[in-house]
C-alpha cells in the first residue's frame, strides 16, 4: 500500500495514541451519549443504543477531543460538544440506513433491520435534535453556528449524492463535492470545535477546519476503496455495498473513465439499471485493478492526507499533535 | 356541530382575522421560505417547495405572529423565528411521509410518491438543521432551547406513536401523550417564542404556552375526528388513512373501549393484524357513530380549547388576542 509514514517507522499506524491520550475524557462522552439518548420512551435509547453499542471508531467525537487537548484546553466543554458530534453522526447512520436499505452497517443488523424505517428516521430525528439541545446547554453561539451549518451540508450532500446515484456520467469533481458535505464537512466541524472553546485565534480554528476537512475527504476515499477490496473480502468482511446500490465512488469514475466501450457498458448495466449477475462485482473489482482505480484513488487520498498533515504545521508538537498526524496515516492505511 | 363560540355570533369561526391581521408579516415569512431552503443542489428546492407550495393552514408561523404582536413586539425578529416554526413542521412532515407511506398529504400527491423515501428523509433534515442555522443567526439562546426542546419532543411522541401502533389496547392516557408531544409542544413553542423575543415576564411566556399547547392538542383531536368522516367523504376528500395505517386515536380508542366483544375483534382485525375488507371502514365509522365516539372527541376538544381561552386570559383585550381567540373555534369547527 505505498509508502506508510509512521512515527515510528515500523509499526502501523494506529488509533491507539489517539484514545490513549484522549481515554479519560472517552469515557466521559461514551457516559454522556448514554444518558443523553435516554428517554421514557424505551424505543428510543433501545435502537439508539444499537447502534451507539456497535461501536464504530468514535473518530469524529475523538478528534474535537485531542483538538481541543492540542490547544490547550484545560475545561469540560469538549466532552459535551464531542458527544454532540457523536450524536449528529449517529443520527446520519440512521437515516443512512433507511435511504440505502443497507442490511449491514459495521457488522451487526442495521437498526432499520430490526426495526424498521419508521423507527430508524424516528430516532435520527430525536438525536439530532437532542445535539441541538446539548449545544444550546453548552451555550456558544459560535459553536452552534458551526454546527448547524455542518448539520445543512451534510444534508445537502447526502441529496447530491443521491442526484448522481447509478448516474456514470459523474465525473471526480461532482463526486469530491458530495464527499466534502456528507463525511468532510462533519470532521471539520468536529475539528474546528476544538480552537472555538480554547479560545484560540482565528488562524487556529481555520487550521483545525483544513486538517478536519482534508482527513475526512481521505478517510471517505478509502472508505471508497474498502468497499471493492479484496483484502477485505478474504477478511469475511462485507463488501460491495456500494455496488449494489449503484453508487458513484471514485474507483467507479476512474475505471469506468479509463475503461473501453465494453467496459462502460458493463458499467451502466450494473449500476445505472442495477441489473445484476453473480460474478458482476469481481469483474468490477478486476476492471478497477486492470486501470489501477484503487491503487489511485488511494494515492488521491495521500494527497488530501498530505495537505491535512500540512494543516497542523502550526500547532506546537507535543502528544497530541502527534497523535492527529498518526491517524492521518490511519485514515488512510487502515483496512477496517 | 354543537355551540359555536364566535365573536359575531352568525358566521363560522375563520383563519380569516388573523391572516389578515398579520398578512404583510406572513408574505415576508413566506419569502424567506422560499429564500432559506435555497440550495445549490437543484432537488432541495424543488421538492421542499412542493410541500410549501401544497400550502397548508401555516397555522403555527401564525401563531408565532400573532403572538408576538400581542406581546406588543414592534421588530422583525419574529419573521425568521415563525419561519423557523414552519421549517421544523415541513421536516416532520416530509419524515411523516417516509413513516406512514400515506399517499397524499393536503390533496396533493406527498414528496414520498414523487421522489421517494430517500429525498423526503434528506430533505426533511436539510430543513430542520436550515431552521437551526436560523436561529443561530436570531441569536437568542431562549428561542433556540425552547424549538430544540420542542423538537426532540416532537421525534420523542412520533415514537412513541410508533408504539403504540396497531395496538388496540392504547388508552386516552397514552394517546394524549402522543399527541402532546408530536403536535403540541410544536404549537406551544411557536406561542411561548412570541413573548420571549417580546421581552415580557415569564408569566405571559408560560400563558402562551399553555394556549399553544391546548389549542394544538384540540387541534389533533379534531384532525383525528376528520380522518373519520361522513363530511369529509361527501366532499370527495381523502379520509381513513389513520384506518388503513392502524393509526389508534381517540374515535377508535372510544369506540374500542365501548364496543361489545364482537366489535373488538373487528377493530382488532382490520387495526392490529391490517385485515381489511371492502366496507370495513364504513362499518368503523358506524360503530363510532353509534357509541358517539367522533362527537365525544369533539367534546374533548372543545375541552382543551376552553383551557387555551383561559390561557389567553391574563392578555389585554385587542384584535390580535380576538383573532387567536377565534382561532381556537376554528381549530375545532372545521372541516378541513
Chains 1, 2 share one sequence.
Not at 82 to 111: K, M, N, Q, W, Y
Not at 151 to 178: F, H, K, P
Not at 191 to 220: H, S, W, Y
Request: charged share 25%; proline share 3%; with cysteine.
Amino acid at each position: 500500500m505505498g509508502v506508510v509514514v509512521s512515527l515510528e517507522g515500523e509499526r502501523s499506524p494506529s488509533l491507539a495514541p489517539l484514545t490513549t491520550l484522549v481515554a479519560d475524557d472517552m469515557r466521559a462522552v461514551n457516559e454522556l451519549v448514554v444518558q443523553r439518548m435516554h428517554s421514557p420512551v424505551a424505543m428510543i435509547p433501545q435502537l439508539a443504543g444499537h447502534i451507539v453499542a456497535a461501536g464504530g471508531k468514535r473518530l469524529r467525537p475523538l478528534l474535537t477531543l485531542a483538538s481541543a487537548r492540542m490547544c490547550g484546553y484545560a475545561g469540560r466543554r469538549h466532552i459535551a460538544l464531542a458527544a454532540c458530534v457523536e450524536f449528529i453522526h449517529t443520527a446520519t447512520l440512521l437515516h443512512d440506513d433507511v435511504v440505502d436499505e443497507s442490511d449491514l452497517r459495521r457488522g451487526l443488523a442495521s437498526a432499520n433491520a430490526v426495526w424498521g424505517n419508521k423507527a430508524s428516521v424516528l430516532v435520527g430525528d430525536f438525536l439530532l435534535s437532542r445535539s441541538f439541545e446539548l449545544m444550546v446547554e453548552d451555550g456558544s453561539l459560535s459553536v452552534l453556528s458551526i454546527l448547524s451549518r455542518a448539520s445543512s451540508l451534510i444534508a445537502e450532500g447526502e441529496v447530491l449524492q443521491l442526484t448522481t446515484q447509478n448516474d456514470t456520467e459523474t465525473g471526480e469533481t461532482r463526486y469530491l463535492e458530495v464527499i466534502k458535505a456528507k463525511t468532510a464537512q462533519l470532521f471539520a466541524a468536529a475539528c474546528r470545535i476544538g480552537a472555538v472553546i480554547a479560545a484560540r485565534p482565528k488562524v487556529e480554528e481555520d487550521a483545525l477546519e483544513t486538517f478536519g476537512m482534508n482527513l475526512g475527504i481521505a478517510f471517505q476515499l478509502t472508505d471508497d476503496v474498502l468497499d471493492y477490496s479484496a483484502t477485505q473480502m478474504a477478511l469475511g468482511k462485507t463488501v460491495g455495498d456500494d455496488f449494489r446500490e449503484g453508487k458513484i465512488t471514485l474507483p467507479v469514475i476512474l475505471a469506468f473513465r479509463r475503461g473501453d466501450e465494453a467496459e462502460r457498458t458493463f458499467w451502466r448495466r450494473t449500476l445505472e439499471t442495477l441489473e445484476q449477475r453473480p460474478g458482476d462485482l469481481e469483474r468490477a473489482v478486476d476492471l478497477m485493478e486492470k486501470h489501477k482505480a484503487l491503487a489511485d484513488t488511494v494515492e488521491r487520498a495521500r494527497h488530501y492526507g498530505a495537505i491535512a498533515r500540512d494543516g497542523l504545521g502550526i500547532f506546537a508538537n507535543g502528544p497530541e499533535k502527534s497523535a492527529l498526524v498518526e491517524i492521518i496515516d490511519f485514515c488512510i492505511e487502515r483496512t477496517y
